[in-house]
């Protein structure tokens, strides 16, 4: 039982350069999310899903896509990345949100030149 | 705007001793709160989830409390191991759930 999967692990871009963030659960839950973790802000909210081809936005939203075409993947989107966008980023999901825990993938390390 | 403070310095204790971490929130009431762990290079790991309507909260070595009174919820450790070493973070819902930005706990010899 794989949980949160996340690829790639390490990832180096120039600016401008655009890229795309996989995201697989194989936990059947409705509810995908994507974080980004910068030391000394804690994890913040990028956009959510709580259901095949719905999405949300976050707390910082800017910058960022994403799209559900199936219930196990999520995918986060820079379309033009900058050295803002410098972060770790994660992944979870959740069976719902009401007194459900988030499961985590390992995370991306995204560094932006 | 609502806000979650966990002490950002580092909890340094003796194996075999209680390890409490604090988190404490404003602005807002939050329905329950969850803990996780999150170890180096790791994403977190879900521990413990108390409801507003409880005061206490036991799993093994691990105890969660939470003060609605207070905006606080601790978080405990007992006989603590070297292999607690890590970072706790605690997380408020309220219509979503909120990060803190977590606690790194030291466990040694």
């Known amino acids: 039982n794989a949980g949160v999967t996340q690829t790639p692990k390490f990832r180096v871009l120039k600016t401008g350069q655009s890229m795309t963030l996989l995201c697989a659960q194989d936990m059947n839950h409705e509810y995908m999310y994507w974080y980004r973790q910068d030391p000394g802000m804690g994890l913040r909210l990028i956009h959510y899903s709580v259901g095949e081809g719905t999405t949300a936005k976050g707390e910082v939203p800017d910058g960022y896509n994403v799209s559900r075409l199936k219930k196990q993947n999520f995918l986060l989107g820079l379309e033009s990345a900058a050295p803002s966008q410098t972060s770790v980023y994660f992944c979870a999901s959740s069976y719902s949100t009401d007194n459900q825990p988030q499961h985590f993938g390992d995370g991306t390390r995204l560094s932006i030149l | 705007s609502q806000k979650i403070e966990q002490n950002s310095e580092a909890l340094n204790i003796q194996e075999g001793k209680t390890a409490t971490l604090t988190c404490n929130y404003t602005?807002?009431?939050?329905?329950?709160l969850q803990w996780y762990r999150q170890d180096p290079g790791r994403g977190p790991v879900f521990l413990l989830l108390?409801?507003?309507?409880?005061k206490e909260k036991r799993k093994e070595r691990l105890k969660v409390t939470f003060d609605t009174t207070l905006k606080q919820s601790l978080f405990h450790i007992t006989a603590s191991q070297p292999a607690d070493s890590a970072t706790y973070l605690c997380?408020?819902?309220?219509?979503?759930?909120?990060f803190g930005t977590g606690t790194r706990l030291q466990v040694f010899p």
């Open positions: 602005n807002y009431s939050p329905a329950y």
């Open positions: 997380a408020p819902y309220a219509d979503k759930l909120i």
């Open positions: 108390i409801r507003e309507n409880e």
